[in-house]
C-alpha cells in the first residue's frame, strides 16, 4: 500500500516513476494475491468517524489524494462505524489504477541490490516480509544494529490516563532526574496479577511469525513469570531502590518516557504475546493503570522494521542520501499508516527530483505526528507506533474526550488545508 501510495504521489506531479513488484515471481510466507495493496490480515481499515485516530488520518489522505482510500470507498462491506472492504475488489482496483497511469512503469523483479534501481531517488516500501536478500541490503545501508527483524513491542499508555493517586515519579535509589512512573504493588496485589498474567490467553502465531528462539531481551512477559512466582520480582518489577515516603513495595512496574512530548508511556519489560483484550484485562489489575488508555498493546511477531529515529530525518530520507523509506518498515503500524508514509514519502522524493524543497507536514496533524514520531531522535527504545491522538502536538485542554478529540481533529484539518499549497506546488 505504502508503494503503491508513494508511485501515485510522484506520478501525478508528472514526473515518470518504475514501481518494482516481486510478485507473481516470488511470494512473501504471508502473500497469496498477485495484485497490489494484498490485505494479509484483517479487511477493516478502522473507524472513519473524524473524531477517532483512524478517522482523522484518513481524513488527512483524502486531503492529500490517497488511492487507497479512493479505491477503498468503491467496494465496502458492511462494517459498522468502521471502513471495511472486499479485499479482493479492493486489491484489483488499486492495481487497475497502477498499471493503467502512463507515468507508472510496473517492472516485475525481485530487487536485491539499490543499484538496480539505476541510481534516481529510491522510495523502500517494502513491508514487515522484506525478503531476506533485499533485507541484507537495507542492513548493508542502514547498519545492522539498526534493523530488527522481530517485533517484541511492549504495551503503550496515554500519560493522562494513569491513576498518580496510586502512581508516582521516582529514580532509582534517587538517582538522577525522576524520569519514571512507578506503578507499586503489595504482595496480595502482586500475586492476584502474577495468577491472572500466567493463565492469561496467548494470540496465535502464523508460522512465519515465530522467532527461531526467545532471547532474554525481549522475552514475553507470560512465559518469563512462567519461570516462578518471584521470577519478575527479580526483573523487571524488581522493587529495590524505590520507596514512597517511609513505604516499601514488594513489585514495582515502571513506565519510561515514549516521546519527547511526554504524552505516552510504555510499559518497561512487558512485551507480550497476550491478545489485546486480555492485556486489557490483566494490565488493568497494576495499580495505577485501572483506567489506562492503551495506544498499542504488545506484540510479538514478525516485522522487519528500521531504527528510524536513528537513519531517518523527518522527511523519511535515509540522511545523506537520495534513498526514502516507507511503510512498516519504517516503524507505523497498520494499513492506513503505511499508506499515509506513502504518500508523505512520495511527494518528497518528488520534491527531490524537482529541486524543490520538502515539505514537513504539521506536528498538529495525525500524519505529521506520526512521522515525527518515528523519526524523533529522543525515544530511547524504538517500538512501532498506530496513529493515536496521544502522539499529536495539540494544545486542546478539553475534559470531554470525544469533545476534545473532534476539536483536535478540526485543528488538524485547518493547519493540513493551510499547507497544501505548498504540498502541491
Given at each position: 500500500?505504502?508503494?503503491?501510495?508513494?508511485?501515485?504521489?510522484?506520478?501525478?506531479?508528472?514526473?515518470?516513476?518504475?514501481?518494482?513488484?516481486?510478485?507473481?515471481?516470488?511470494?512473501?510466507?504471508?502473500?497469496?494475491?498477485?495484485?497490489?495493496?494484498?490485505?494479509?490480515?484483517?479487511?477493516?481499515?478502522?473507524?472513519?468517524?473524524?473524531?477517532?485516530?483512524?478517522?482523522?488520518?484518513?481524513?488527512?489522505m483524502?486531503?492529500?489524494?490517497?488511492?487507497?482510500?479512493?479505491?477503498?470507498?468503491?467496494?465496502?462491506?458492511?462494517?459498522?462505524?468502521?471502513?471495511?472492504?472486499?479485499?479482493?475488489?479492493?486489491?484489483?482496483?488499486?492495481?487497475?489504477?497502477?498499471?493503467?497511469?502512463?507515468?507508472?512503469?510496473?517492472?516485475?523483479?525481485?530487487?536485491?541490490?539499490?543499484?538496480?534501481?539505476?541510481?534516481?531517488?529510491?522510495?523502500?516500501?517494502?513491508?514487515?516480509?522484506?525478503?531476506?536478500?533485499?533485507?541484507?541490503?537495507?542492513?548493508?545501508?542502514?547498519?545492522?544494529?539498526?534493523?530488527?527483524?522481530?517485533?517484541?513491542?511492549?504495551?503503550?499508555?496515554?500519560?493522562?490516563?494513569?491513576?498518580?493517586?496510586?502512581?508516582?515519579?521516582?529514580?532509582?535509589?534517587?538517582?538522577?532526574?525522576?524520569?519514571?512512573?512507578?506503578?507499586p504493588?503489595?504482595?496480595?496485589?502482586?500475586?492476584?496479577?502474577y495468577?491472572?498474567?500466567?493463565?492469561?490467553?496467548?494470540?496465535?502465531?502464523?508460522?512465519?511469525?515465530?522467532p527461531?528462539?526467545?532471547?532474554?531481551?525481549?522475552?514475553?512477559?507470560?512465559?518469563?513469570?512462567?519461570?516462578?512466582?518471584?521470577?519478575?520480582?527479580?526483573?523487571?518489577?524488581?522493587?529495590?531502590?524505590?520507596?514512597?515516603g517511609?513505604?516499601?513495595?514488594?513489585?514495582?512496574?515502571?513506565?519510561?518516557?515514549?516521546?519527547?512530548?511526554?504524552?505516552?508511556?510504555?510499559?518497561?519489560?512487558?512485551?507480550?504475546?497476550?491478545?489485546?483484550?486480555?492485556?486489557?484485562?490483566?494490565?488493568?489489575?497494576?495499580?495505577?493503570?485501572?483506567?489506562?488508555?492503551?495506544?498499542?498493546?504488545?506484540?510479538?511477531?514478525?516485522?522487519?522494521?528500521?531504527?528510524s529515529?536513528?537513519?531517518?530525518?523527518?522527511?523519511?530520507?535515509?540522511?545523506?542520501?537520495?534513498?526514502?523509506?516507507?511503510?512498516?518498515?519504517?516503524?507505523?503500524?497498520?494499513?492506513?499508516?503505511?499508506?499515509?508514509?506513502?504518500?508523505?514519502?512520495?511527494?518528497?522524493?518528488?520534491?527531490?527530483?524537482?529541486?524543490?524543497?520538502?515539505?514537513?507536514?504539521?506536528?498538529?496533524t495525525?500524519i505529521?505526528?506520526?512521522?515525527?514520531?518515528?523519526?524523533?531522535?529522543?525515544?530511547?527504545?524504538?517500538q512501532?507506533?498506530?496513529?493515536?491522538?496521544?502522539?499529536?502536538?495539540s494544545?486542546?485542554?478539553?475534559?470531554?474526550?470525544?469533545?476534545?478529540?473532534?476539536?483536535?481533529?478540526?485543528?488538524?484539518?485547518?493547519?493540513?488545508?493551510?499547507?497544501?499549497?505548498?504540498?502541491?506546488?
Amino acid at each position: 500500500m505504502a508503494g503503491c501510495e508513494a508511485a501515485n504521489q510522484i506520478a501525478s506531479r508528472g514526473i515518470a516513476v518504475n514501481l518494482y513488484e516481486m510478485k507473481p515471481l516470488k511470494y512473501s510466507p504471508a502473500h497469496k494475491h498477485d495484485g497490489f495493496a494484498e490485505l494479509v490480515c484483517s479487511n477493516s481499515l478502522k473507524a472513519d468517524r473524524l473524531c477517532s485516530a483512524a478517522g482523522l488520518l484518513k481524513a488527512e489522505m483524502r486531503i492529500l489524494g490517497s488511492i487507497s482510500l479512493e479505491c477503498a470507498e468503491q467496494c465496502t462491506v458492511p462494517a459498522g462505524g468502521a471502513l471495511a472492504v472486499d479485499r479482493d475488489r479492493f486489491s484489483a482496483l488499486v492495481t487497475e489504477k497502477i498499471r493503467s497511469n502512463p507515468n507508472i512503469n510496473v517492472i516485475t523483479k525481485e530487487v536485491e541490490t539499490i543499484g538496480d534501481t539505476e541510481g534516481s531517488p529510491v522510495i523502500i516500501a517494502t513491508g514487515p516480509l522484506t525478503s531476506d536478500r533485499f533485507s541484507a541490503e537495507i542492513e548493508r545501508l542502514c547498519g545492522r544494529e539498526h534493523l530488527s527483524f522481530y517485533d517484541a513491542a511492549s504495551p503503550i499508555v496515554t500519560a493522562d490516563s494513569i491513576d498518580y493517586d496510586k502512581a508516582f515519579f521516582a529514580a532509582r535509589y534517587d538517582r538522577g532526574t525522576a524520569d519514571y512512573i512507578n506503578c507499586p504493588m503489595q504482595k496480595d496485589e502482586y500475586e492476584r496479577f502474577y495468577d491472572a498474567l500466567v493463565s492469561a490467553e496467548s494470540a496465535q502465531l502464523h508460522e512465519f511469525d515465530r522467532p527461531p528462539s526467545y532471547y532474554e531481551g525481549c522475552m514475553p512477559v507470560e512465559v518469563m513469570a512462567k519461570r516462578g512466582v518471584d521470577t519478575l520480582r527479580f526483573g523487571p518489577l524488581k522493587p529495590v531502590g524505590l520507596s514512597k515516603g517511609q513505604e516499601r513495595f514488594y513489585a514495582v512496574v515502571q513506565l519510561r518516557r515514549e516521546n519527547i512530548s511526554g504524552t505516552l508511556y510504555n510499559l518497561v519489560g512487558f512485551q507480550t504475546n497476550l491478545k489485546f483484550a486480555e492485556q486489557k484485562r490483566v494490565l488493568g489489575m497494576i495499580p495505577g493503570l485501572e483506567k489506562a488508555e492503551f495506544v498499542r498493546y504488545g506484540v510479538m511477531h514478525r516485522n522487519t522494521f528500521i531504527d528510524s529515529p536513528r537513519v531517518l530525518d523527518i522527511h523519511m530520507n535515509l540522511r545523506s542520501t537520495d534513498i526514502y523509506f516507507a511503510g512498516q518498515i519504517t516503524g507505523v503500524e497498520g494499513y492506513m499508516e503505511s499508506a499515509a508514509s506513502g504518500i508523505y514519502a512520495g511527494i518528497n522524493a518528488a520534491k527531490r527530483a524537482l529541486c524543490r524543497p520538502p515539505i514537513t507536514l504539521p506536528s498538529d496533524t495525525m500524519i505529521g505526528a506520526l512521522m515525527g514520531y518515528v523519526s524523533d531522535s529522543g525515544i530511547p527504545v524504538f517500538q512501532p507506533m498506530g496513529g493515536n491522538m496521544g502522539i499529536i502536538g495539540s494544545k486542546v485542554r478539553i475534559k470531554n474526550k470525544q469533545e476534545r478529540y473532534q476539536a483536535i481533529a478540526e485543528q488538524a484539518i485547518e493547519s493540513l488545508n493551510k499547507i497544501m499549497n505548498e504540498v502541491t506546488e
